[in-house]
């Protein structure tokens, strides 16, 4: 019934997931008959996962007409060990240049897909390991579902500017209702691809039971064999005429917005869509409306873009470009933080929870170490509160942890991290004392935002111990890790460091030691434009809320509250005596410092963020004002020169680390692709800088 599908030239060649097809006999588990299990494996093992394109597609449809012809009471499908399925193969995607392709290939799915439910006997998926996507779709259109207690599962397609588009858009509302389907296919996807545990998806009802890996198969089949028996019944519910409708799509739509900051974005528009008619129409009209959803999606900028972001982001995890050999990493034993508070109480977590060695906190005095080490302690205990870690780890871990006004305590550490106040001799002599406690060995780590590393290390007897190692806000949550080499930097040092980045599990950059290094040197420029624009006259709702349109998620004085005006101030402050007037201080921020404002919105009693009188009375305003637009085109103007500038000056080594880390480290939104592609798209690039910064087709159409 399927016809093969030619892929453009330049297409990765498919890694094929088989589907292969053997009986299981059901009269040991109480029910005369067999069963007809397909399990998809693509021979490889766990860190290559079952994938679905072209021909793992028409190989699952021969298994089913297999399984069929077999004459069994039910058939079921189960994956490899560890993986059901993660979902579509999106490595070709990038390379369809015609919408006929993009439509053949969602056909393919439903049309391979759908035969699970009317095959005429009863389909049971088995989902044994991780199922995302076209993985959990598969299992979607059988007619009964059974999960392994350790498996994931989630339809991750909004997060990457698709929909669940082989069936899961149209099913899952039918299933368990619009608010639990808003729930999986929107609000998850949208809070960073949140995948469901097993116990959530069993509440939430997208499986029907969950067993433990150590007998799944054989539980499975015993749950098969009861439906069959009629001695397990599970019951369906009609959503059709659920009042709840309304209100949940209206909570999707909400979701949408705010993680775009009012900007509607398509995918997750076109999910409402496919969602909301799904109340009434058929399965065969769901189907076909999500065909033409997947091929219209599949042929914009916005999914090329979020696929270049998506792939970046993953490649970049596992391989960090320009780093040394990780032979050359020395072994880290014992850690060392400098500072007890906030930000060096983070660091210290992050450290325990992830390398399980010693980890020694020091600060001024010994009630500020204290409270330091009281504060990781406190944080061990609330992940044990919420079940994400066991009392046992919590106390062994709570062992590891001391504090010291003494930086003699810093004997035997292998790695120590700074995080004191951002004051450049403060940090020097610092370094000067460390060196003088611990081995010629042992990394100095600095937290600076952008200060000179190389200053840093001036004067020492092994400066090339000296490494930038800068984490951003909050520590445990944001994934990005600048780690920021001086001339004189080994590579036994860079090793080591990446190698603890790595424990850490942050993506990381490695990057010249200049001003700001890369988030802190754009966002600054970036922000200065707004600020600035302000100075002149423009009022702050148009200034702030200029990049809106784009689906900015949050804006420049919104990021301003997060960081606080204070290090905003000092890292425009060092920026500009670095790099010059282009990094303009603002009046009106050195004024909220002075005054002690803090923020510039104030959360009402409604719970709405309104500007601060406090901050608005301050602003330096002048009597040349901008609109939108030109606020907008200031600030994106700026970006590309400093961008173009970086790269003239090896800041980083490729336009694809600039996009990591603004996608990373500033939450600049996948579907535009990272900052570059996204000034390619507009002609920006070749306006401001006479060139590209991406070859055409790049995170856009080709």
Same mark, same amino acid.
């Given at each position: 019934?399927?016809?093969?599908?030619?892929?453009?030239?330049?297409?990765?060649?498919?890694?094929?997931?088989?589907?292969?097809?053997?009986?299981?006999?059901?009269?040991?588990?109480?029910?005369?008959?067999?069963?007809?299990? /397909?399990? &998809?494996?693509?021979?490889?093992?766990? !860190?290559?996962?079952?994938?679905?394109? +072209?021909? #793992? =597609?028409?190989?699952? $449809?021969?298994?089913?007409?297999?399984?069929?012809?077999?004459?069994?009471?039910?058939?079921?499908?189960?994956?490899?060990?560890?993986?059901?399925?993660?979902?579509?193969?999106?490595?070709?995607?990038?390379?369809?240049?015609?919408?006929?392709?993009?439509?053949?290939?969602?056909?393919?799915?439903?049309?391979?897909?759908?035969?699970?439910?009317?095959?005429?006997?009863?389909?049971?998926?088995?989902?044994?390991?991780?199922?995302?996507?076209?993985?959990?779709?598969?299992?979607?259109?059988?007619?009964?579902?059974?999960?392994?207690?350790?498996?994931?599962?989630?339809?991750?397609?909004?997060?990457?500017?698709?929909?669940?588009?082989?069936?899961?858009?149209?099913?899952?509302?039918?299933?368990?209702?619009?608010?639990?389907?808003?729930?999986? /296919?929107? &609000?998850?996807?949208?809070?960073?691809? !949140?995948?469901?545990?097993?116990?959530? +998806?069993? #509440? =939430?009802?997208?499986? $029907?039971?969950?067993?433990?890996?150590?007998?799944?198969?054989?539980?499975?089949?015993?749950?098969?064999?009861?439906?069959?028996?009629?001695?397990?019944?599970?019951?369906?519910?009609?959503?059709?005429?659920?009042?709840?409708?309304?209100?949940?799509?209206?909570?999707?739509?909400?979701?949408?917005?705010?993680?775009?900051?009012?900007?509607?974005?398509?995918?997750?528009?076109?999910?409402?869509?496919?969602?909301?008619?799904?109340?009434?129409?058929?399965?065969?009209?769901?189907?076909?409306?999500?065909?033409?959803?997947?091929?219209?999606?599949?042929?914009?900028?916005?999914?090329?873009?979020?696929?270049?972001?998506?792939?970046?982001?993953?490649?970049?995890?596992?391989?960090?470009?320009?780093?040394?050999?990780?032979?050359?990493?020395?072994?880290?034993?014992?850690?060392?933080?400098?500072?007890?508070?906030?930000?060096?109480?983070?660091? +210290?977590?992050? =450290?325990?929870?992830?390398?399980?060695?010693?980890?020694?906190?020091?600060?001024?005095?010994?009630?500020?170490?204290?409270?330091?080490?009281?504060?990781?302690?406190?944080?061990?205990?609330?992940?044990?509160?919420?079940?994400?870690?066991?009392?046992?780890?919590?106390?062994?871990?709570?062992?590891?942890?001391?504090?010291?006004?003494?930086?003699?305590?810093?004997?035997?550490?292998?790695?120590?991290?700074?995080?004191?106040?951002?004051?450049?001799?403060?940090?020097?002599?610092?370094?000067?004392?460390?060196?003088?406690?611990?081995?010629?060995?042992?990394?100095?780590?600095?937290?600076?935002?952008?200060?000179?590393?190389?200053?840093?290390?001036?004067?020492?007897?092994?400066?090339?111990?000296?490494?930038?190692?800068?984490?951003?806000?909050?520590?445990?949550?944001?994934?990005?890790?600048?780690?920021?080499?001086?001339?004189?930097?080994?590579?036994?040092?860079? +090793?080591?460091?990446?190698?603890?980045?790595?424990?850490?599990?942050?993506?990381?950059?490695?990057?010249?030691?200049?001003?700001?290094?890369?988030?802190?040197?754009?966002?600054?420029?970036?922000?200065?434009?707004?600020?600035?624009?302000?100075?002149?006259?423009?009022?702050?709702?148009?200034?702030?809320?200029?990049?809106?349109?784009?689906?900015?998620?949050?804006?420049?004085?919104?990021?301003?509250?997060?960081?606080?005006?204070?290090?905003?101030?000092?890292?425009?402050?060092?920026?500009?005596?670095?790099?010059?007037?282009?990094?303009?201080?603002?009046?009106?921020?050195?004024?909220?410092?002075?005054?002690?404002?803090?923020?510039?919105?104030?959360?009402?009693?409604?719970?709405?963020?309104?500007?601060?009188?406090?901050?608005?009375?301050?602003?330096?305003?002048?009597?040349?004002?901008?609109?939108?637009?030109?606020?907008?085109?200031?600030?994106?103007?700026?970006?590309?020169?400093?961008?173009?500038?970086?790269?003239?000056?090896?800041?980083?080594?490729?336009?694809?680390?600039?996009?990591?880390?603004?996608?990373?480290?500033?939450?600049?939104?996948?579907?535009?692709?990272?900052?570059?592609?996204?000034?390619?798209?507009?002609?920006?690039?070749?306006?401001?800088?006479?060139?590209?910064?991406?070859?055409?087709?790049?995170?856009?159409?080709?």
């Amino acid at each position: 019934m399927t016809t093969e599908i030619k892929l453009p030239e330049g297409a990765p060649e498919e890694v094929v997931t088989n589907a292969l097809v053997r009986d299981v006999d059901l009269t040991p588990f109480g029910f005369t008959g067999s069963l007809a299990l /397909i399990t &998809l494996d693509n021979g490889l093992d766990h !860190t290559r996962p079952n994938t679905f394109g +072209a021909q #793992s =597609l028409i190989a699952l $449809d021969a298994a089913i007409t297999d399984a069929i012809g077999r004459s069994p009471a039910a058939i079921g499908i189960i994956g490899k060990p560890f993986i059901f399925a993660a979902g579509a193969d999106l490595s070709a995607l990038s390379f369809l240049s015609e919408r006929s392709q993009s439509l053949a290939i969602g056909k393919l799915g439903h049309d391979v897909f759908r035969r699970l439910d009317e095959c005429g006997v009863p389909t049971f998926a088995f989902i044994n390991g991780l199922a995302l996507g076209g993985g959990l779709e598969v299992g979607l259109h059988c007619n009964y579902r059974t999960l392994a207690s350790t498996a994931f599962t989630g339809l991750p397609e909004v997060f990457l500017g698709l929909v669940p588009g082989w069936g899961g858009a149209t099913i899952l509302p039918k299933l368990i209702g619009p608010e639990r389907a808003i729930q999986v /296919i929107m &609000l998850n996807a949208l809070n960073n691809n !949140t995948m469901m545990k097993a116990k959530d +998806a069993l #509440s =939430l009802g997208v499986v $029907d039971a969950v067993y433990e890996p150590a007998d799944f198969l054989e539980r499975s089949v015993s749950f098969a064999a009861k439906v069959l028996s009629g001695a397990t019944k599970v019951e369906r519910k009609d959503y059709s005429q659920d009042p709840a409708w309304d209100a949940a799509l209206a909570t999707g739509k909400a979701a949408a917005l705010k993680k775009y900051g009012g900007a509607e974005i398509a995918s997750p528009m076109r999910a409402l869509e496919l969602i909301a008619a799904a109340r009434t129409n058929t399965r065969g009209a769901g189907f076909d409306a999500e065909d033409q959803a997947l091929a219209d999606l599949t042929m914009s900028d916005p999914l090329r873009a979020s696929l270049y972001a998506f792939n970046l982001i993953q490649k970049k995890r596992k391989k960090v470009e320009g780093a040394p050999k990780p032979a050359l990493g020395r072994k880290v034993t014992k850690v060392g933080v400098v500072g007890a508070g906030l930000m060096a109480s983070q660091l +210290a977590l992050l =450290l325990l929870r992830n390398l399980k060695c010693p980890v020694v906190m020091t600060d001024i005095d010994q009630e500020r170490a204290d409270k330091g080490v009281a504060w990781v302690k406190n944080e061990l205990a609330k992940l044990v509160e919420k079940k994400r870690m066991s009392e046992e780890s919590a106390r062994r871990l709570s062992l590891l942890v001391s504090g010291s006004a003494d930086q003699s305590s810093f004997a035997g550490c292998d790695f120590i991290i700074e995080a004191i106040f951002e004051e450049l001799s403060l940090k020097q002599e610092l370094f000067k004392k460390l060196e003088t406690i611990v081995s010629p060995e042992c990394v100095l780590a600095t937290n600076t935002s952008s200060l000179s590393v190389e200053r840093m290390s001036e004067g020492l007897k092994n400066p090339e111990r000296v490494i930038g190692f800068h984490f951003f806000n909050p520590v445990a949550v944001m994934p990005l890790l600048e780690v920021a080499r001086t001339s004189k930097t080994d590579d036994a040092t860079t +090793a080591t460091a990446v190698s603890v980045g790595k424990e850490l599990k942050k993506t990381m950059i490695i990057c010249k030691d200049a001003p700001g290094f890369v988030v802190n040197r754009l966002l600054t420029r970036f922000m200065g434009e707004v600020t600035d624009a302000v100075d002149e006259g423009t009022s702050p709702e148009v200034a702030d809320n200029a990049m809106r349109s784009i689906g900015f998620p949050m804006s420049p004085f919104e990021l301003l509250d997060l960081v606080g005006p204070g290090v905003a101030l000092h890292v425009s402050e060092t920026l500009h005596e670095n790099l010059g007037p282009r990094y303009r201080i603002s009046p009106t921020m050195q004024a909220m410092v002075d005054a002690k404002v803090r923020n510039f919105y104030i959360k009402g009693a409604d719970g709405k963020f309104t500007a601060n009188p406090e901050a608005v009375a301050l602003i330096k305003q002048g009597d040349k004002p901008s609109t939108a637009e030109q606020v907008r085109d200031r600030a994106l103007n700026a970006l590309a020169t400093e961008a173009r500038m970086m790269l003239d000056e090896g800041v980083v080594s490729s336009a694809a680390e600039i996009d990591l880390c603004m996608l990373m480290g500033s939450g600049w939104p996948m579907h535009l692709g990272g900052i570059l592609p996204y000034l390619d798209r507009e002609g920006i690039s070749e306006a401001v800088c006479g060139q590209r910064f991406h070859a055409p087709g790049i995170a856009s159409l080709p």
